[in-house]
């Protein structure tokens, strides 16, 4: 069944008459078509029951047909109002779920052209489908993990005092890409104490002897599945010795969270065991985000690995395990693998070394 198919029929048994989607992941998981997030509207119409339609502008037209999508196309040209088209399409509905990442002047403009019709957010309708990943898109990850493994084993080549971390980022970028990903989506490469900075941006610093690096990239691959991980690296020297005592827990603290996750458990239990260990070591305070985050057609996505998800995990669903340590104005260090519910147990997605790698 299309996952257009199962989304109409859970739109069906929460009570929204229609589902309008417009450009991102929802989009392409539903259809396929990866839609640029233009001016012009682009948006499915799907109906708790009947033909879904895409309407897309009249010079898109071409690129919808090419993607191979599934459903019925409606254009409009430069002169026509798309949202009374999208209007047109919905009927009678009183009930109308908009995507998660709908920009606000649509939502607007869709409430002002369908005012009878009460708006919902029909994000978590998607994400129940998003959340198992079946044999396909678990393949995809996979495929995405070595191709992002690859990119970490090549990190040596670039990597050294007296490069700055903009420098090295560039070197990785181009490696993400000659590696398989279609778009890289961050470069995170945070030497010294801008390793105590989680998503450090790329900075002209120069990376100096004994400086801990931390190295967190991710990309898109052409299936539209996402890759993400972390390891960390010493640029030679002497390492502080603190840094080194803090690593051997994170190891510890990862290593136990990763024996833990497996069908039947709950989300919140996968961070507190990691988190445990991490507080008795007396580096609580330095633990400053969740353990982990869903991926897919998004790098971040459901379920969370937090304090307060109760949710329990099931066959399917993909998730990061990354804690990390981060002691201000001195280093940070986080180790991250993607991981995938089995039918009995766990599949780790990232397979390069997560000890300390001296270059």
Not at 114 to 135: E, F, H, N, W
Not at 170 to 187: L, P, S
Request: proline letters at 5%; one cysteine or more; charged letters at 25%.
């Amino acid at each position: 069944m299309s996952t257009w198919r199962k989304a109409q029929q859970l739109a069906a048994s929460q009570g929204i008459d229609a589902l309008l989607v417009t450009p991102g992941a929802d989009l392409r998981y539903l259809t396929g078509y990866v839609a640029l997030p233009l001016e012009r509207l682009t948006c499915l119409v799907l109906p708790a029951a009947g033909t879904p339609t895409l309407v897309v502008p009249a010079l898109e037209r071409q690129a919808a047909v090419a993607s191979g999508v599934d459903v019925e196309i409606a254009t409009w040209d430069e002169r026509d109002d798309p949202f009374a088209l999208v209007a047109s399409l919905v009927g009678d509905a009183t009930t109308i779920g908009l995507d998660d990442h709908m920009w606000a002047s649509r939502v607007f403009a869709l409430g002002e052209a369908i005012p009878t019709a009460d708006q919902v957010l029909a994000g978590s309708l998607v994400q129940q489908l998003r959340i198992r990943k079946d044999a396909d898109e678990v393949e995809a990850l996979r495929q995405a993990g070595l191709a992002i493994d690859r990119v970490h084993g090549r990190v040596h080549e670039w990597l050294r005092p007296g490069r700055t971390e903009r420098e090295v980022g560039a070197d990785i970028a181009r490696a993400i890409i000659d590696e398989g990903h279609e778009t890289v989506d961050f470069v995170i490469v945070g030497s010294g104490p801008n390793g105590a900075s989680p998503h450090h941006e790329l900075s002209d610093r120069v990376i100096e002897a004994g400086d801990p690096v931390v190295v967190d990239i991710g990309g898109t691959m052409p299936s539209g599945y996402c890759s993400d991980s972390t390891r960390n690296y010493l640029a030679g020297g002497t390492v502080d010795p603190l840094y080194t005592e803090a690593y051997a827990v994170l190891e510890a603290a990862q290593r136990a969270q990763i024996d833990h996750a497996r069908p039947g458990v709950t989300a919140e239990s996968v961070d507190a065991i990691g988190r445990q260990i991490i507080a008795d070591a007396g580096f609580g305070d330095l633990f400053i985000h969740r353990t982990g985050h869903g991926i897919g057609q998004e790098t971040h996505e459901e379920p969370y690995i937090i304090e307060g998800n109760d949710l329990v995990l099931e066959e399917g669903m993909a998730f990061s395990i990354e804690p990390g340590i981060y002691h201000e104005g001195r280093f940070g260090a986080r180790i991250e693998d993607i991981v995938v519910c089995t039918a009995d147990g766990l599949e780790v997605l990232n397979n390069t070394p997560r000890g300390l790698v001296s270059l």
